[in-house]
C-alpha cells in the first residue's frame, strides 16, 4: 500500500463523512456534529482518512446509544 499524503482540510473531510452517514445516523436517533474548526488542515493521505473517520463513525452509529 502506498499512501500519498497531502494537505486536507479536515474540516470538510469529516462533514463529507458525516452527510454521508445522515440517513444511517438519523435512523438510529443519534445526532452527529462536526466539531472541527474550519480551516484545520492535516497532511494525511485524503482517501485512507476519509475511510477511517468513515468506519470510525460507523461504528459509532452502530454501537452507540439512541438519543
Known sequence: M???ATPVDLHAV?????ASLT????????TIT???PA????FADMR???QMLTN???NGI???RED
Do not use: T, W
Open 48 to 50: 485512507r482518512l476519509e
Open 56 to 58: 470510525l463513525v460507523d
Open 23 to 30: 440517513a444511517k445516523s438519523l435512523a438510529s436517533r443519534i
Open 14 to 18: 469529516a462533514h463529507d463523512v458525516i
Open 34 to 36: 462536526n466539531e472541527v
Open 62 to 64: 452502530k454501537f452507540g
Open 2 to 4: 502506498q499512501l500519498r
Open 39 to 42: 480551516g484545520v488542515v492535516v
